[in-house]
T-cell receptor
Framework: SQKIEQNSEALNIQEGKTATLTCNYT??????LQWYRQDPGRGPVFLLL?????KEKRKERLKVTFDTTLKQSLFHITASQPADSATYLC?????????FGKGTRLHILP | AAGVIQSPRHLIKEKRETATLKCYPI?????VYWYQQGPGQDPQFLIS???????DKGSIPDRFSAQQFSDYHSELNMSSLELGDSALYFC????????????FGPGTRLTVT
């Protein structure tokens, strides 16, 4: 069955640096891959979606890449700020549902 | 802009009781998804509805049932509650099938004692 692995449970990055989060999956390549942000006790918030025929997608300080050969997506936050501290979830689609990874807790240190 | 509304926000029940969680999707969204998130866990997909019909099913226990009504709101009914059912329950909505760009509600925190 499809599995999703996010590189680490927690990641500490100095303010102003680029934070890079990794999402790896097994088995089949999904039609698209999504990244969500989740703050404690709140629902996930959609950030970016990248399709299998796209290499890269950008939105303001966020960038997502999708490598179907490596079965990997990278999520970058440039010029990171303490307000970017949150858990970031990678999600793959399967039919009408999405499967979430366990997330990476990102801490931006001032 | 209107968001997904969930009620109640907090619910405390005893074992073997029944609970009903409600979800009101964003206006014009026709698909609703239910997720369960335990402490420190990722959201686990339970069930989804598109145009009032069940569209997909995940790890939903047989003790749980759900439906989507004509106004597109959805209810998750949970019976014979167990301690392990304590979790955050999220509802999400979007337009059409495919699971893309889901908009999540604030969640209902269910505590079973």
């Amino acid at each position: 069955s499809q599995k999703i692995e996010q590189n680490s449970e927690a990641l500490n990055i100095q303010e102003g640096k680029t934070a890079t989060l990794t999402c790896n999956y097994t088995n089949y390549s999904p039609a698209y891959l999504q990244w969500y942000r989740q703050d404690p006790g709140r629902g996930p918030v959609f950030l970016l979606l990248i399709r299998e025929n796209e290499k890269e997608k950008r939105k303001e300080r966020l960038k997502v890449t999708f490598d179907t050969t490596l079965k990997q997506s990278l999520f970058h936050i440039t010029a990171s700020q303490p307000a970017d501290s949150a858990t970031y979830l990678c999600a793959l689609n399967r039919d009408d549902k999405i499967i979430f990874g366990k997330g990476t807790r990102l801490h931006i240190l001032p | 802009a209107a968001g997904v509304i969930q009620s109640p926000r907090h619910l405390i029940k005893e074992k073997r009781e029944t609970a009903t969680l409600k979800c009101y999707p964003i206006p014009r969204h026709d698909t609703v998804y239910w997720y369960q998130q335990g402490p420190g866990q990722d959201p686990q997909f339970l069930i989804s509805f598109y145009e009032k019909m069940q569209s997909d099913k995940g790890s939903i226990p047989d003790r749980f049932s759900a439906q989507q009504f004509s106004d597109y709101h959805s209810e998750l009914n949970m019976s014979s509650l167990e301690l392990g059912d304590s979790a955050l329950y999220f509802c999400a909505s979007n337009l059409g099938t495919g699971g893309e760009k889901q908009y999540f509600g604030p969640g209902t925190r269910l505590t079973v004692t």
